[in-house]
């Protein structure tokens, strides 16, 4: 089936792309969650559209990109969460909230779309994430989970 990327798919594509994949992945993952729409001749205007918001959002040289995963990766970033016994939090240690604890640091703003967790972060203590800030740069942030 041939869609159209909406959102970025992390190993398929970004937004604005057109991608061929099975018709299974496409009715019960990406059309569902909003992540890609069906192609037609008559979405070419709308392929246009996401391209250019796209390249307003992006970081737009390497160089740029470089300069700003050293500023990530030299600033502590840390989240304060409401956390139980035993150092468990209420909840998890979402995109946005490291997002924003990435601007208060005084770090540069970050779309949470760009943020990768790996495995959903539920206690207390030091944590990895992944921002990926352009197609061949990304930063690999330590985020320290405190109880607020």
């Known amino acids: 089936m041939k869609l159209i990327l909406t959102h970025e798919v992390t190993g398929l ?13 496409a009715r019960n993952f990406l059309l569902p969650r909003g992540l890609a729409t069906g192609w037609t001749k008559g979405a070419q205007k709308q392929i246009d559209q996401i391209q250019a918001a796209r390249r307003k959002r992006e970081i737009s040289t390497i160089e740029d990109a470089r300069s700003v995963r050293d500023s990530l990766q030299s600033k502590p ?3 304060k969460v409401r956390a139980g016994k035993g150092d468990r939090l209420f909840g998890a240690v979402t995109t946005t909230d ?22 959903p972060i539920k206690s207390l203590g030091t944590h990895s994430v992944k921002v990926r800030l352009h197609t061949d740069v990304s930063a690999t942030v330590d985020i320290q989970v405190v109880p607020a």
């Open 13 to 25: 594509g970004t937004p604005g792309d057109v991608i061929e994949v099975k018709d299974g992945y």
């Open 77 to 79: 970033v840390v989240v």
């Open 98 to 119: 490291i997002t924003e604890a990435i601007a208060a640091a005084g770090g540069p703003s970050v779309d949470r779309r760009k943020v990768e967790i790996g495995n």
